[in-house]
């Protein structure tokens, strides 16, 4: 069983910065295809919706038109850990965080149902 675990949310003023963290953890994906890492996020009355999400191996990443330029997807390999550095954060932003993670073949997935497993998430609240 794969185990995310994200920490890192809070309650932040516009225009500030927080950095979410998912730590990865359990046994290791199946050596067939490659995984990739995804950010979602759902707001109240919403639904989720796709944020950014890396390649685990090559490191490619992919974004949200609506995060672009402001949100950066990382991951560091040695400590099984992926991030998401927020900035200029603005109130539409405030949402519930997910750390998700798929073994692909192809395209890194970009839509929540192509992943498998999940973390428990983590509450982003930005205040105008």
């Known amino acids: 069983q794969v185990e995310l675990v994200e920490s890192g949310g809070g309650l932040v003023q516009a225009g500030g910065s927080l950095r979410l963290s998912c730590a990865v953890s359990?046994?290791?994906?199946?050596?067939?295809?490659?995984?990739?890492m995804g950010w979602f996020r759902q707001a109240p009355g919403k639904e989720r919706e796709f944020v950014a999400a890396?390649?685990?191996?090559?490191?490619?990443?992919f974004y949200a038109d609506s995060v672009k330029g402001r949100f950066t997807i990382s991951r560091d390999t040695a400590k099984s850990t992926v991030y998401l550095q927020m900035n200029s954060l603005k109130p539409e932003d405030t949402a519930v965080y997910y750390c998700?993670?798929?073994?692909?073949?192809?395209?890194?997935?970009?839509?929540?149902?192509?992943?498998?497993?999940w973390g428990q998430g983590t509450q982003v609240t930005v205040s105008s």
């Open positions: 998700a993670a798929e073994v692909f073949v192809g395209s890194v997935p970009t839509t929540p149902r192509a992943y498998d497993y």
């Open positions: 359990g046994r290791t994906f199946s050596t067939v295809g490659r995984i990739a």
């Open positions: 890396i390649s685990w191996s090559g490191g490619n990443t």
